[in-house]
DNA sequence: CAAGCAATCATTGGATTCAATATGTATACA
DNA sequence: TGTATACATATTGAATCCAATGATTGCTTG
């Protein structure tokens, strides 16, 4: 904490946005705690203005919660809500994949996505994955579904999956990191990377439907992550963003 | 115009909103052009602060963009960018419907999705549709989307479909004014209403994929009906929401 | 002793003020 | 005559101030 140098390049609004955004996913506010402004304004060191501003963007990101009565909370997910939250960032990137296949993405745009490609092929060869090169996947990863995204060519689609993927917990790589004390770490890393292939080559070949279906497909790994890290209660603490978690019937 | 009376019941803000968009809508503000926060106080009669908290909703909302420099201007729209809104948004409703068939919606949650179709095969039984029956049918079919949409059980799923609905030109009911002069009008809207009846027996017979297939077609209803619409250059004057399209290459 | 009402206090929503930056214009120089 | 620079002005972003509403606590009464 105590980031106090007043960075002049960005504005106090963003600064709070940001600072409150990761005290909520570090569970530093818990769900359904009511935020007070005040208190906002003390741990942020911006005014009452900026900080309303964070909290109405926040609201929009679908980390807070409006209060009837005025003022914001913390927003509480069930497990089902995140297993939805990924089959629906799935569904999203899957008709990015069929807008890039069937509107014919140009070779020179297929380049960059294809070069992303073969470095994760490099990382994922490798047997025992080392703890960085996990990490590395992960910023990789990220990049792979960031290229797919903006190959739709859809200003639209694009926003729609960077909104739906703000939520740390459906982000493409927001499991990866849970998975890689799993035995099982490896061999899933080999069918991502595979489903990764395969959409590369839909696209290619403008197979739309394929490229669709491979994306459903891929996301649903993201699920399976989350439900082998849950029932094996291990390594629970690389996923901060699970202090969101609480079951449907808690207040 | 001159909503002047307080109206204590509702805030500021929300006025300021709503003020924003009926002129970004009708027009009265251009796409592209900056949206001067002192100009919005005049015209929506709030303070800067409300004005500039409704500016940051409208943003999320999509209708406006933030200029780097600062301020917000009027977002426009290529009609790729509606067609793909629209297919975007038959995405979404797809995949509601496909979680209300999968995960077996009860009859009881069935029974009002019934009695809208009920409701809606009045009005289109007559053939010649009168305006009223049009009017009415807009409303029945924002109900039947609604009801829909909800019948998912998702609460991710549902407020993203409401996001992505609420640009007016990717709303369900978006463009059924539009149709009401042209030839064909009975014609697409007996086909809609067959949509209608054909997900919700899909949806009880458990038939997810194709409750899912049939809500994509259903939405590309409405992206004939803006082509035909656009093509004839007919009764645009019934779609205000035009005003935000604007051909790629312009200032 | 419990329940309801009233009063005080805290907290949010809105208004105004202040400062900093960006933009536009005019002038001077090349 | 065109371009660059400097200055003036307008506009946004932030901070403080004010008002109104909701919550909490204590007191009174049944």
Redesign the pocket.
């Known amino acids: 904490m105590a980031e106090r140098e007043t960075d002049?390049s960005v504005?106090?609004?963003?600064r709070a946005q940001l600072a409150l955004r990761d005290q909520i996913l570090t569970g530093g506010l818990r769900p359904g705690e009511?935020?007070?402004?005040?208190q906002a304004v003390e741990t942020t060191g911006?005014?009452?203005?900026?900080v309303?501003?964070a909290?109405v963007r926040l609201e929009e990101e679908g980390l807070l919660e409006?209060i009837p009565?005025?003022?914001f909370m913390v927003k509480a997910f069930s497990e089902r809500d995140i297993l939805d939250s990924i089959e629906l960032r799935g569904t999203l990137e899957g008709l990015a994949a069929r807008f890039a296949a069937e509107r014919g993405a140009s070779a020179r745009n297929l380049e960059p996505l294809k070069e992303c490609l073969a470095d994760l092929d490099q990382l994922v060869r490798r047997d025992p994955v080392s703890e960085e090169a996990f990490s590395a996947y992960v910023t990789m990863n990220a990049r792979f579904h960031a290229l797919l995204t903006e190959l739709s060519a859809s200003a639209p689609l694009i926003r729609q999956i960077d909104r739906a993927s703000a939520l740390p917990f459906a982000s493409p790589s927001g499991f990866v990191m849970a998975q890689s004390k799993l035995p099982e770490a490896h061999q899933i890393l080999l069918i991502a990377q595979d489903h990764h292939r395969i959409v590369v080559d839909a696209i290619e070949n403008r197979e739309g439907s394929r490229a669709e279906a491979v994306m459903r497909e891929h996301a649903r790994l993201a699920a399976r992550n989350l439900r082998l890290a849950l029932r094996s209660r291990t390594h629970l603490d690389l996923l901060p963003a699970l202090a969101l978690i609480q079951s449907p019937g808690l207040a």
Chains 1, 2 share one sequence.
């Open positions: 002049r504005s106090q609004t963003v009511r935020i007070s402004e005040l911006a005014s009452r203005t900026p309303r501003m909290l409006a009565s005025g003022g």
